[in-house]
């Protein structure tokens, strides 16, 4: 058994202890950015759910191994758990995204193993695959994701948070619905804090917001950060030859616009481009939409003309 594979055991064992019993495990080969490891579970007389185990581990706790853990240490794990509690706070916050299951009282645990430190939780599973593109959209079906995500994006929105990662890989599928997920970088725009510094971009930098690359301290984050990466996923999923094309060709409205020409010039693709997608795509985050009201109701009337 890997090295892994026994933190799993142990992780299962001490959630036994805690009467969750865990029936089966698997764990997903996912990509995770922050070095996670997932693991789908079975709960006796309950649904599926995730369990997320984060490695925490402070610098000076690879240096040499640790006899106690001393305030020092103490601090500097809770300092590595930030994305992790930014996380569980957002997803507490905006009912789109999994929900965590406490264990005993606590939303989350931590436990040193072999030298290391861990912080482990269980989240709702969404049922589904992680959003892979196939082969050929409709302008109906990139309608029908473009609707799903804003719906996210507004709940999210209405509750005072911005997401700030709409990846493929942030989204997971299950015939045709989308649901997000990964609160880890997001953003209470009500509140001072922010967990990544500014000047650094955060996210993946093809579906970034142009905002996003040049962070500031006073920045004024809205619904509209969000709205750009839909317009590239959008687009992605509408011409497949932009999924291979480089991040700056993508981020050029001008290829893009040619690109979705190219690929079908009839009336019901350009609306969609013109009303919508280049909108989304807009550099300038004021000139998104102003509301997500706005952007709805252009949305609506696009669909009825395609259905028409
Ligand atoms: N609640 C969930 N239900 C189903 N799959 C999930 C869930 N959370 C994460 N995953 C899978 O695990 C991957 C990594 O999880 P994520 O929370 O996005 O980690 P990271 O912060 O490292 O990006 C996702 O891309 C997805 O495939
Ligand atoms: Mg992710």
């Known amino acids: 058994m890997g090295y892994i594979d026994s933190l799993v055991q142990k ?4 959630l036994k202890n805690n009467n969750i019993d865990i029936t089966s495990s698997k764990r997903l080969r996912v990509p995770s950015g922050q070095g996670k490891t997932v693991v789908c579970i079975s709960i006796k007389d309950e649904k599926d759910y995730i369990l997320k185990i984060v490695d925490v581990t402070p ?3 690879k240096e040499e191994p640790i006899e106690e853990i001393n305030e ?3 601090n500097q794990i809770m300092y590595m758990s930030i994305r992790t509690f930014n996380e569980i ?9 999994p929900q965590l299951r406490n264990i005993g009282n606590h939303l ?3 436990l040193i193993y072999d030298n290391s430190a861990y912080l482990y939780y269980i989240e709702e599973k969404v049922e589904g695959t992680m959003f892979r593109y196939k082969d050929t959209y409709t302008i109906t079906e990139v309608i029908s994701f473009l609707e799903q995500l804003i719906d996210n994006i507004r709940i999210m929105s209405e509750n005072d948070y911005v997401h700030r990662d709409i990846t493929p890989s942030n989204i997971m599928e299950n015939n045709g619905k989308y649901f997000l997920i990964d ?6 725009i009500k509140d001072g804090l922010d967990i990544t510094k500014t000047g650094t971009p955060i996210g993946k930098a093809r579906y970034l917001a142009p905002e996003q690359e040049r962070v500031t301290a006073n920045m004024n984050w809205t619904f509209q950060t969000d709205l750009y990466p839909l317009g590239i996923i959008a687009t992605e999923m509408f011409i497949p030859k932009t999924r291979n094309i480089p991040d700056k060709d993508i981020r050029d409205i001008q290829i893009v616009a040619k690109k979705w020409l190219e690929k079908d010039n009839s009336y019901e ?11 989304l795509l807009n550099e300038i985050k004021a000139l998104r939409f102003n509301s997500i009201t706005e952007l709805i ?6 669909k009825k003309e395609v259905i028409k």
Not at 11 to 14: G, K, S
Request: charged share 25%; aromatic share 6%; hydrophobic share 40%.
């Open 89 to 97: 706070e957002m997803s507490k916050k905006c009912p789109n995204l």
């Open 59 to 61: 610098e000076i706790m």
């Open 269 to 279: 693709a350009q609306l969609l481009f013109k009303k919508i997608i280049a909108n």
């Open 183 to 188: 609160g880890g970088i997001g953003k209470n």
């Open 297 to 302: 109701s252009e949305l609506e009337k696009v």
């Open 72 to 74: 020092e240490i103490r």
């Open 11 to 14: 992780v299962i064992t001490l």
């Open 108 to 110: 989350f645990q931590y």
